[in-house]
T-cell receptor
Framework: DAKTTQPPSMDCAEGRAANLPCNHSTISGNEYVYWYRQIHSQGPQYIIHGLKNNETNEMASLIITEDRKSSTLILPHATLRDTAVYYCIVIQGGGGADGLTFGKGTHLIIQP | GAVVSQHPSWVICKSGTSVKIECRSLDFQATTMFWYRQFPKQSLMLMATSNEGSKATYEQGVEKDKFLINHASLTLSTLTVTSAHPEDSSFYIC??????????FGSGTRLTVV
């Protein structure tokens, strides 16, 4: 079973910030939080990852709570092209020999 | 960097025939690749782990004689769906573990068996 819990769907207006929550209350010390998104009929795309500090890149920001039991992915200025299913996944050591267990993710719909 | 190329992007085949899907790591060597299957409105499900130079490891419930995996080089893994049936119609996605991005995914292959 997936170790994360996400809301099944969210709406956001174009141009506004999209904040996607994820609960991972059983995360262990060496597990990273990764975010991917899947646009319809494409393979998942890497967005961002973090261990305990907040992270930012050209796509998004990742806010991880101090106890690491939850995190929020922030798309600062959502566009229609950000409509996708967003997956939050915890990965031990950042990756390796094991495949991933995907939860149901959050279907983010950007409204014009 | 860390690009995984998957081919073909879509394929239609007749029931009873076999279909091969290729997955290549373009700018890195992948000793381990992963194959997923995704049915409509569902999440990705891990099918098997492909190890270069050795036999693949299949998840419970995945028929190894039906889904043949070959990982003969550090940059190529193939999935062959043998004797395909309509219930095998699905979206197949490959992936490789990378140093900086966790896992990188191919663009997927839409298989339709008629």
């Amino acid at each position: 079973d997936a170790k994360t819990t996400q809301p099944p769907s969210m709406d956001c207006a174009e141009g506004r910030a999209a904040n996607l929550p994820c609960n991972h209350s059983t995360i262990s010390g060496n597990e990273y939080v990764y975010w991917y998104r899947q646009i319809h009929s494409q393979g998942p795309q890497y967005i961002i990852h973090g261990l305990k500090n907040n992270e930012t890149n050209e796509m998004a920001s990742l806010i991880i709570t101090e106890d690491r039991k939850s995190s929020t992915l922030i798309l600062p200025h959502a566009t229609l092209r950000d409509t996708a299913v967003y997956y939050c996944i915890v990965i031990q050591g950042g990756g390796g020999a094991d495949g991933l267990t995907f939860g149901k993710g959050t279907h983010l719909i950007i409204q014009p | 960097g860390a690009v995984v190329s998957q081919h073909p992007s879509w394929v239609i085949c007749k029931s009873g025939t076999s279909v091969k899907i290729e997955c290549r790591s373009l700018d890195f060597q992948a000793t381990t690749m992963f194959w997923y299957r995704q049915f409509p409105k569902q999440s990705l499900m891990l099918m098997a782990t492909s190890n270069e130079g050795s036999k693949a490891t299949y998840e419970q419930g995945v028929e190894k004689d039906k889904f043949l995996i070959n990982h003969a080089s550090l940059t190529l893994s193939t999935l062959t769906v043998t004797s395909a049936h309509p219930e095998d119609s699905s979206f197949y996605i490959c992936s490789a573990s990378t140093q900086n991005y966790g896992y990188t995914f191919g663009s997927g292959t839409r298989l339709t068996v008629v």
